[in-house]
DNA sequence: CTTGACCTTGACGCTGGGTCAACCCTCCAT
DNA sequence: ATGGAGGGTTGACCCAGCGTCAAGGTCAAG
């Protein structure tokens, strides 16, 4: 006959454990010798032991027990059933892994593959660190509210780059961010701004997207809250014809401002 | 700017665990719009998903906390101790599935792998399973009370199978184990026993053996406990001048009862 | 007889939130 | 303007699976 702790360091548990198995009811109590200690047999090691190997694969106690109380077919269909957790709890561990190692390597997991992207393009085309910092925190807000429709943002943003123009338009974005009114640069990006705008309108991509009101007013107002130069850039093509900058629109002639 | 619902959805979290970093301190509280709700901007999104990162790889919330308010070389020791954490939790879980496995299969996870075999060779011997029962039973309560003796006992077990007199000696517990006093074959089992000990006396195996008294008392403790009809025999050996079981001893012969 | 290692019950603590409850804010349709 | 849906707010209680005292009774050895 064993003592609990003979038991316990047996099956690998602490006396603790065997005792809060007796209070659920897991484990039978066994019978007490005449001082009131526990006293037990094979039965409760062979027990015990299943108990460890069910709850060390994370099986709740309470199912611990129906298993243990089942049928055989049944124990055989819930030890299949906990198989397959397993199976899936380490390919989950696995891709943990993966993500802390590209934490540790300094990645942003904030953001989809496809922005990561862009967003080192930009930086390929020299464009400036702290720049580059706004936009990607303006990706994440967008990325944020419609998960779904960056890819297909990225998409377009990265067909804008294939122009020299724009290519250009960013370069102005190199080095310092802090716009102020009156920057005779405002004018030349937003002369830039505007040419890409004529050949956008050209090319009859105007109006063309697929996005609705909503989107485009949050994207402007994205843009806008995180690139302070942006509003004084687009002061200067509203005086010239000009509005939206997600999607742009001519303002009819007859009711431009005198210039 | 987005709401607590945004944020959470984002980084696959609840709204509640959310308000629970909040609340411990893990992710500083934001700002509140004037109707008192929270909005997060892109910075809250990088922490919480952070966050994430390292919770689901198992780290407690208060280690994440000092992960991430540390240093970066302080960051990366962590991060590399966290890894080796979870390739070890995946080891384990493989080894959790094998002995699923292995108690799917029936098998009986309570005893080292030389005992299992030794037992199978007693039921390939055509040893009863009632009585395979009872010695499993016994060999349990053994290894759990010395579980680093174990394999040198099974070792002479199995050494003491080559003998063929041992063989018969076992086939007699073929069938049922309930043996009576007055049964005329427990005497035939004595006389087995007597030749097998007279020939360990004659090869001086008696009293060789390395283990101490105590781990004798429990072998034949334990064995008398288990195989009901061990006492008859041993009680007529007894009268033939023998003592012990698990450690065979000649009894002098001038302290011999009378026969 | 003492000492130290066990045994007993009981109660509280811990992580990481889930789950109400009770109430406020905003927006949209009527 | 009104009512309802669908957000948000705080607060309080609840869970598993034990760990960790606390406050003693028992056992074996010296």
């Known amino acids: 006959m064993l003592t609990i702790s003979q038991l316990a360091a047996y099956a690998g548990v602490t006396v603790r454990a065997v005792r809060h198995y007796h209070k659920i009811g897991l484990l039978p109590e066994p019978e007490r010798d005449r001082s009131g200690y526990r006293t037990y047999d094979a ?27 089942a049928g055989p077919e049944e124990f055989a269909d819930g030890v299949q059933e906990i198989d397959k957790d397993l199976r899936a709890e380490i390919r ?92 005779p640069r405002i004018v030349e990006v937003a002369d830039i701004l505007e040419r890409l705008m004529i050949r956008a309108v050209e090319a009859g991509e105007v109006g063309a997207d697929d996005f609705d009101d909503q989107f485009v007013d949050l994207m402007d107002s994205t ?14 093509l509203k005086e010239r014809g000009w509005r939206g900058w997600t999607r742009i629109e001519r303002v009819p002639a007859d009711r431009l401002p005198p210039s």
Do not use: N
């Open 223 to 236: 843009m806008l809250e995180s690139a302070p130069g942006a509003e004084l850039v687009l002061a200067i």
């Open 43 to 69: 039965a409760a090691v062979v027990r015990l032991i299943r108990i460890r190997t069910l709850a060390d694969a994370g099986v709740p106690l309470a199912k611990v027990q129906e298993l243990l109380d």
């Open 92 to 183: 989950r561990l696995q891709g943990t892994r993966s993500r802390l190692a590209r934490l540790a390597a300094g990645e942003h997991l904030a953001l989809p593959q496809s922005v990561v992207d862009y967003l080192d393009r930009l930086r390929g085309l020299g464009v400036g660190e702290r720049y580059i910092e706004l936009e990607r925190d303006a990706w994440i807000m967008i990325a944020a509210q419609v998960p779904d429709l960056i890819d297909s943002v990225i998409a377009k943003k990265h067909e804008e780059l294939d122009d020299p123009d724009m290519v250009r338009l960013y370069s102005f974005f190199t080095g310092e961010p802090d716009w102020r009114a009156g920057d």
